[in-house]
């Protein structure tokens, strides 16, 4: 592809401001927001200069938060008559999203890979001005013990009106410190 062409690409796709703008492109950082700290994530931003600008501008996010969700169970009230009840369990998830910018084409969904690992393909879940276009995936044990020994966190994704498809890098530096954090509490 040649440098207009990811010019017009990088342009058309760049419409993203993103509201975690603190500038952690190298690392990964746990964030909180709100007096509680209680609802915290941890995240890294790929930032790309635009021409003619000279600050780095904000293309794309991941954000890992730890959420929770209620599983039904079945407990044994009396084991001689053999009586259950059935009941709810809070039970924590981790998901990942990853903001990507607009223009992206919403019927192919991105791949998330890591260290050339492929490890599935976040759903969308909503576009708008302010964050792009947000995909979500719910991952688990495995996928973070990927990410705490892998290099790289690659989002490949494909372009609207174009045949063309693009992969970008987050590191993982920092990744196992800010997550134990997280998953701390």
């Not at 084991?79 to 981790?94: I, R």
């Not at 063309?164 to 998953?183: H, S, V």
């Amino acid at each position: 592809m040649n440098k207009l062409k990811i010019f017009t690409v990088i342009t058309l796709l760049f419409l993203s401001t993103n509201t975690y703008s603190e500038d952690n492109t190298k690392s990964w950082k746990k964030k909180c927001t709100g007096s509680n700290d209680k609802n915290c994530f941890i995240n890294i931003i790929y930032k790309v200069k635009m021409p003619d600008q000279d600050k780095m501008q904000t293309f794309a996010t991941a954000i890992i938060q730890i959420g929770s969700t209620k599983e039904k169970i079945m407990s044994l009230i009396d084991e001689k008559d053999q009586t259950y009840k059935l009941g709810e369990e809070n039970k924590p998830v981790t998901v990942l999203f990853i903001d990507l910018p607009l223009n992206i084409d919403l019927r192919k969904s991105p791949l998330i890979t890591s260290d050339k690992i492929s490890l599935g393909s976040p759903k969308f879940l909503n576009c708008n001005q302010s964050i792009g276009c947000r995909t979500m995936a719910i991952i688990d044990e495995k996928i973070i013990e990927v990410f705490k020994k892998g290099k790289s966190l690659s989002i490949t994704f494909a372009v609207f009106g174009s045949n063309e498809n693009i992969t970008i890098q987050f590191p993982l530096n920092g990744f196992t410190k800010a997550y134990n954090k997280l998953a701390k509490g």
